[in-house]
């Protein structure tokens, strides 16, 4: 905790009281406010209407791009721990419940959809996104075609639009 209290120039007695007591609380703290702000939590909001529900999902999705760009080690992370029962998978599962939530009501919302059918369809969004976001940073490490970023995540927001937009079975 002296570290830390040192290089953030907080005080110690400020770290104890507001973050926690020990290391782990600290890490905690840490590894939470990390998943929030990667995830977007505090951005999140309730959206009423389609068209900016759909520009939200996409303008954030080329934000987490920009994100792992400059953090690739934080997809590998997402994937390797997701399910793990450790501090860090607890805490991915629980940010991404908070997102689900949140794209649940604003689903809900916007297409007018029971909240069981909302919520399916809002869990794919995350998942399908996750997963673009993987298969976007193993093509760009592989691919030789310089134009391919592009057409991939159009056919990326395509796939979302239909999910949402075309009433899929959940």
């Given at each position: ?5 040192k ?17 782990e ?19 999140l ?8 529900l ?57 297409f007018?959809l ?18 673009a ?10 691919s ?27």
């Amino acid at each position: 905790i002296s570290q830390i209290s040192k290089e953030s120039k907080i005080s110690r007695g400020w770290i104890y009281k507001y973050i926690g007591k020990n290391v782990e609380e600290v890490l905690k703290f840490s590894l939470e406010e990390y998943a929030k702000d990667f995830s977007n939590i505090s951005g999140l909001k309730i959206y009423n209407n389609e068209k900016d529900l759909l520009l939200y999902i996409e303008n954030y999705t080329l934000e987490m791009i920009k994100k792992i760009e400059d953090k690739p080690s934080i997809l590998k992370l997402y994937f390797t721990e997701h399910d793990s029962e450790n501090m860090i998978g607890k805490i991915i599962r629980d940010v991404e419940n908070q997102s689900v939530d949140i794209l649940t009501s604003s689903i809900s919302k916007s297409f007018n959809l029971d909240l069981k059918t909302s919520r399916l369809k809002a869990q794919k969004v995350i998942f399908m996104r996750m997963g673009a976001l993987m298969l976007y940073f193993s093509k760009k490490k592989f691919s030789k075609d310089l134009n391919w970023q592009e057409r991939f995540l159009e056919d990326q927001f395509s796939d979302l639009r239909l999910l949402i937009f075309n009433n899929l079975s959940p």
